[in-house]
């Protein structure tokens, strides 16, 4: 396993980003992500320490831009901690996958919570700002170019804070997650997440494409931060 992951493997698939995915698969692999986020991806701590601080109870509404939102878990669980402490945000969750989009605009509607299927350039093109920019899991579905446009339209939507956070390629992640994923059945979760894990960055890796300004940091449970701050 050691040999797999010394090298990201940019050949690699996931099974739901193909356009003949199983489609109830599919809806299933959505819908567990909110489990997964919850448990896995490290949100509640960045939102304590990088979103709260720079947030009010009174005034304008901060805003915040998720990028590749997916089935929208991310943005209603941001939304919703800021309103049980009383503070006031509006999100835009956008997703380039018709089918993403479509699922997210599905959810139950959530005061200051809105979907669309837009890429980030789009946002770019309108003249779009957000105090903060946002990602989760999506910096290893890109190729090196790609990433680099991803870290320039950021930069260009975001006011105060860009937060791209994303896994880190390992032999223990994949082990872990291997044996932690067997309870999610009838959905891509397991099998897409390993391939994820195999088509993460390194932190070092990471750092040498990340433009000056940027800063990767490791998180626990196998994440990493890309982050440009502001303030």
């Known amino acids: 396993m050691d040999l797999m992951m010394r090298q990201r493997a940019v ?29 896995l991806a490290g949100w509640r701590r960045l939102y304590a320490r990088e979103l709260r ?25 941001l939304a919703g901690w800021a309103r049980r402490d009383g503070l006031a945000l509006h999100i835009t969750g956008i997703d380039p996958d018709p089918r993403a989009a479509a699922y997210a605009l599905g959810r139950p509607p959530l005061p200051g919570v809105q979907f669309r299927q837009a890429h980030s350039a789009d946002l770019v093109r309108e003249g779009r700002r957000f105090d903060f920019v946002v990602s989760n899991h999506v910096l290893h579905h890109l190729s090196a170019h790609e990433l680099q446009q991803l870290l320039a339209d950021s930069a260009a939507l975001s006011t105060k804070k860009a937060l791209h956070n994303d896994l880190r390629r390992s032999p223990a992640a994949y082990a872990l997650f291997s044996a932690a ?23 070092t890796e990471l750092a040498a494409l990340a433009p000056p300004g940027w800063n990767v940091e490791t998180r626990p449970k196998f994440h990493q931060i890309l982050a440009l701050r502001r303030t």
Request: charge should be positive; hydrophobic fraction near 40%; aromatic fraction near 6%.
């Open 11 to 39: 050949d690699a698939v996931e099974i739901m980003d193909r356009p003949d995915c199983d489609a109830r698969l599919l809806q299933n692999t959505y819908r567990q992500f909110a489990v997964v986020n919850r448990v």
């Open 181 to 203: 994923a067997l309870p999610f059945r009838r959905s891509f979760i397991r099998a897409d997440g390993l391939t994820s894990i195999r088509r993460s960055y390194t932190p």
């Open 53 to 77: 601080p720079s947030m009010s109870a009174n005034g304008a509404p901060a805003t915040l831009l998720d990028i590749g939102a997916g089935g929208g878990d991310l943005a209603q669980m």
